[in-house]
């Protein structure tokens, strides 16, 4: 059983169609309208002293719930269009940048994210936090082997790009089209294997001296200009 931890990660999941099997709450917390919504869904609420919920993390709010397992998707459920734009995650291990980037990735509503069974961070109740109850609404794919997948994709018309340091500058690069983009681990970037397969590898042009950027914040920023350029041909893309 997974937990959610957090008024707003709590609130999207019960927004949502996700199964929460029971809440913790601190008997001192003000949730009107958590608590209103627990009891429309016949939802089992425990009012229990806050130092209970302190013994499963610190950042709580008040409030903890208790779900059903997310469900990762196969490979095989995906849907390909002219449209698609699926986002690689290259070995992430930090479960706060994985849930930061789903959060990006639903904002944008993303098809989905791909992450590799071994060497990457799971869903776990950081990630959930993290993603601020985004993960509810996004499809997260576990594959066995990120090299075979991207050759999948390419089978299936995807166009693979890669963001690398050493890359050409994102914005004078025509990213439309059905794509697939990689982003590599937070220290090293995505690995060679990987970078070999890409059809086109990007940066993000500087203007300071730091050189790169945490993975999360790179993520937002080159999803934003994929589907800046998009807009070009579909002003219906943003609300």
């Not at 001192?28 to 209970?52: P, Q």
Request: glycine share 6%.
């Amino acid at each position: 059983m997974d937990m959610v931890l957090g008024r707003r990660a709590v609130m999207e999941v019960l927004k949502s169609d996700g199964k929460i099997n029971k809440l913790l709450v601190a008997k001192d917390s003000k949730l009107e309208e958590i608590l209103k919504i627990a009891h429309e869904k016949k939802i089992l609420v425990s009012k229990v002293e806050k130092r209970v919920l302190d013994r499963f993390g610190e950042k709580h709010q008040g409030v903890i719930a208790f779900i059903s397992p997310k469900e990762y998707k196969k490979f095989e459920d995906l849907r390909f269009s002219e449209d698609s734009f699926f986002i690689v995650l290259d070995r992430i291990k930090d479960p706060r940048n994985l849930g930061a980037i789903i959060r990006t990735c639903e904002f944008f509503k993303i098809d989905a994210v791909i992450i590799p069974k071994r060497e990457s961070a799971k869903i776990t109740e950081t990630v959930w936090k993290s993603s601020a109850g985004a993960l509810e609404h996004a499809d997260i794919v576990l594959v066995d082997n990120l090299s075979k997948t991207i050759e999948k994709l390419k089978k299936k018309k995807i166009w693979i790009i890669g963001a690398d340091i050493n890359g050409e500058r994102c914005f004078e690069k025509n990213l439309r089209g059905p794509l697939a983009l990689i982003l590599g681990e937070e220290q090293k970037g995505m690995r060679d294997i990987l970078k070999r397969k890409c059809d086109l590898l990007v940066k993000i042009p500087r203007r300071g001296k730091i050189e790169s950027l945490n993975v999360s914040t790179a993520a937002g920023i080159l999803i934003y200009e994929i589907l800046r350029q998009r807009t070009y041909d579909d002003r219906k893309l943003f609300k």
